[in-house]
């Protein structure tokens, strides 16, 4: 309610002002939650990150009986200039073909969230190709593509400004439908270039750290790799002076639509669930942005991408699960939003000592 | 069909043909399942651990179509004389109360195995107290309690075998009512203490590197724990030839449950859910006896009790979760549960390239 500006207004900096509606979490309700979990039938802590998990949901809802009806998984779709590189094993046609597959439930996150009880949302932020016959695509296009980034910005600072408030707006949406819920996907052949990119710049960190195998290139076509990033940090130096500018310099369109989606996520009191190595790019912008954003953030896993240990352990963040994954789309949040709701069964559900007639142990 | 011989016959040695009819994984099934997985829409392997889940579960089930469509957890009680050796951090009386909260529905595997779509069976297989009122508790009690493995065996032999066997009819009576996926799960207070005693024994491993907190005791108790399983190891060091004599030396009847619940699941070709540290410690005894179980066993998680670590790495095992659970139960298996049944809906419901007009890639 408080954040009805977001419909009202929808100037250029709307993402400026999710970033500082959004609040540290409170503390009472932490310690409310610390203390029913205490009191539920089990040794103190022994339900481990379940219990971390549901304490930060109780502190993000404010709800003495939370609940996570409504989910969405929301799937930004962009295409990278910097493919002409020839950084990815696969072609660029592929991101509209995977769109085609996403909007006719085939793709892994179809299946994943369907498993979670959540919708998928899929939108075109930076495809380059324009889909005609998409039914239920939803078109906030800023460009048709980036730039390549070895030669150039991947985008103006205004196109990734807009980008950004697609993320906000989404997440808007989302908040006004009733989802209290949501995690970050993505789409777009070559996004792991920009996401290591972001990750070194912002970090810091050397590139080779940070530089993977994406969908599947070989040890020649990551050193390759990370030459191209080499080039591209070093050709848009000048222009890069803070997480926005680096953001439009490095791309991509649906990495800055999931910035916005954290920024905006948060600023609503969302669950925001983080997946993989793009998202965590994404995530990385909105901390530089505003480092509160993290409370709200739940990191489901560390990818096969290399770099993205990297990540975790620069920003000091655990994250839930560990299985190899390298998809994208959201799949990994999809796996973690039912654990996530599991937690907060575990919250709801559970017999505290006194009600089962045992004392409270260690 | 082939198995009836369970119902036929209820000699001491059921257990050994259990173990003896578990079949090495089909090739041609895991081969096939591999096909499949290759040609989803989606870069080879990036599903990670799912996809090894879907191939298992493939192998095991040998269904063009694999379903999971009913899910059990069985939860083995017993008790350990042990206990008076002031090994734990609650008291023996807390086994019968939590048996209580189990049938009532409010503890944490209650919730969780609603969460997973899973019943809940309990099962006095060795609880001290005779429970009068307890509706819904199978009554299997080989024997009330254990002995105290610091001065003597925790059983005789032929209680070790019937206590494995009663896990063997647990998994043929689920079996009968259709049950295709099963988790291991525990109660016992001071049953940490056995189960350190076995990996100790059946790794082998130091006693210090597999012995840990258990619910919750201090730096000073671990110390007392160690010195008391170096006693019971010392003890009945002359007794302990093979796995079913060491598992009667160290006890538990629990886990004794659980061994003949891995070797008769994997007999009948289910999928079976390890839980925690005490389940490992079942699961090791059947791996001791067959090692061919091991395919038909889905290591949920990596407890954050001290030396679960070590089982896996002696063993060659990679955990799904690292949750830092140490509750038991079966909460991190009726977790994984839910794990498992996406990676089924993932090889069952994803589109393959042909169907999404896309080109494999890399």
Redesign the interface.
Known sequence: MVLKFYKKELAVKMWKQAAEQIQPLSRSWLDRARTRLDN???????????EKMAERVVAIRQEEVPSLRKKEVLVFVGDHGVVSEGVS???QE?TA??V??FL?G???I???A??AGAEVSVIDIGMKEDLQKADGLIRRNVRRGTGNIAKGPAMMLDEAEKAINVGVEMAGEAYERGVSMIATGDMGIGNTTPSSALFSSLLPADVVDVTGRG???DEEGVKHKVRVIEEALKVNRASMKDPVSTLAALGGLEIAGICGLCLAGAARRMIVVVDGFISSAGALVAIRMNPVVKDYLFFSHQS?EKGHQTFFKKEGIRP????????GEG?GAA?VM??I??SV??YN???TFE????AP??
């Open positions: 539920l039938t089990k040794p103190r802590g022994s339900l481990g990150s379940l094993a696969y072609p592929v073909l995977m085609g597959n006719a085939g793709a892994a179809n299946v994943l369907r498993c969908t599947g290139i096969s839930v699960l560990d299985l190899d994954l390298r998809l799949t796996l039912q654990l709701e599991d069964k575990i559900e559970m017999a009600e089962a007639g045992i142990g260690a």
